[in-house]
């Protein structure tokens, strides 16, 4: 891997010099729209595009050993058409959101693992450096997602939330135009239907309310301990740039 100036070491290796060159795209609402119209507008996922292709380097992909190297996110297309990114192709990224604590946010520190997630299911493949591209199963991109989650949040858990969540829009979201693909999401769903039948079951002692309950006080606690941080402090550098 080359020196970047971001370099991380998780379960794969990361490192890129400047954040993607994001350019948000306007959302012009037409005008009479009811209440629930508006609502559905501003909750959409919000588009953008890139300024200039992004570069990083990736290492330690011991599952796709091809990937390995200095890849390149291209800003256009063959047709030297804007390509046009979403950063969340996670279903319901809202409850994502909840479910995180506020870390997985559509433009938050998901942004460069999902912007890399984009492209590989626009068009199947990523792209290397010297403009080679790489055939990438469906599988292995949401794994690639949640590996370089893991690696640049450093949040296990957040990472494993976000996979879940893209590995069970499998029936639904289409990969490089197609449905499905990729190794089916069995043990995914099984999972879930466990949770399910401990939540709903009156048998296991447990209840939807009690669960909900539960999430919600974990979600409060962790927001009030947060919030009593102060952000700028964890920055590297903030305290440099005040002793100046």
Same mark, same amino acid.
């Not at 380097?57 to 256009?76: F, H, M, S």
């Not at 890399?116 to 199963?137: M, P, S």
């Not at 690696?151 to 499998?170: D, K, N, S």
């Given at each position: 891997m080359q020196d970047r100036q971001e370099q991380y070491t998780g379960p794969i290796d990361v490192a890129f010099d400047?954040?993607?060159p994001v350019r948000l795209q306007s959302i012009r609402a037409k005008k009479n729209l009811n209440l629930f119209q508006r609502l559905a507008l501003w909750t959409k996922p919000r588009e953008f595009t890139l300024h200039d292709d992004w570069i990083l380097d990736l290492g330690r992909v011991a599952y796709a050993p091809e990937l390995n190297g200095t890849l390149r996110i291209p800003a256009r297309d063959s047709t030297d058409k804007d390509i046009v990114y979403d950063g969340a192709s996670v279903p319901l990224p809202w409850l994502v959101t909840v479910l995180t604590s506020g870390v997985l946010r559509p433009l938050g520190v998901m942004l460069? *693992?999902?912007l890399i997630h984009d492209? *590989?299911?626009k068009y199947g493949h990523l792209q290397k450096e010297d403009? $080679? $591209?790489v055939e990438v199963a469906r599988h292995i991109a949401d794994r690639l997602f949640r590996d370089l989650i893991a690696? @640049? !949040?450093e949040v296990p858990y957040v *990472?494993? @939330?976000a996979w879940f969540a893209v590995r069970l829009g499998w029936p639904v979201v289409k990969y490089n135009g197609k449905p499905r693909g990729g190794k089916p999401p069995i043990l995914e769903y099984i999972g879930l239907l %466990? !949770? %399910?039948f401990v939540l709903l079951n009156p048998a296991t002692g447990f209840s939807l309310l009690a669960a909900i309950s539960v999430l919600v006080a974990i979600y409060v606690a962790i927001y009030l301990v947060t919030a009593t941080i102060?952000?700028?402090s964890l920055v590297t550098g903030a305290d440099d740039g005040a002793s100046q």
């Amino acid at each position: 891997m080359q020196d970047r100036q971001e370099q991380y070491t998780g379960p794969i290796d990361v490192a890129f010099d400047d954040i993607p060159p994001v350019r948000l795209q306007s959302i012009r609402a037409k005008k009479n729209l009811n209440l629930f119209q508006r609502l559905a507008l501003w909750t959409k996922p919000r588009e953008f595009t890139l300024h200039d292709d992004w570069i990083l380097d990736l290492g330690r992909v011991a599952y796709a050993p091809e990937l390995n190297g200095t890849l390149r996110i291209p800003a256009r297309d063959s047709t030297d058409k804007d390509i046009v990114y979403d950063g969340a192709s996670v279903p319901l990224p809202w409850l994502v959101t909840v479910l995180t604590s506020g870390v997985l946010r559509p433009l938050g520190v998901m942004l460069t *693992a999902s912007l890399i997630h984009d492209y *590989a299911f626009k068009y199947g493949h990523l792209q290397k450096e010297d403009g $080679t $591209t790489v055939e990438v199963a469906r599988h292995i991109a949401d794994r690639l997602f949640r590996d370089l989650i893991a690696t @640049v !949040v450093e949040v296990p858990y957040v *990472a494993f @939330v976000a996979w879940f969540a893209v590995r069970l829009g499998w029936p639904v979201v289409k990969y490089n135009g197609k449905p499905r693909g990729g190794k089916p999401p069995i043990l995914e769903y099984i999972g879930l239907l %466990l !949770v %399910l039948f401990v939540l709903l079951n009156p048998a296991t002692g447990f209840s939807l309310l009690a669960a909900i309950s539960v999430l919600v006080a974990i979600y409060v606690a962790i927001y009030l301990v947060t919030a009593t941080i102060k952000r700028e402090s964890l920055v590297t550098g903030a305290d440099d740039g005040a002793s100046q």
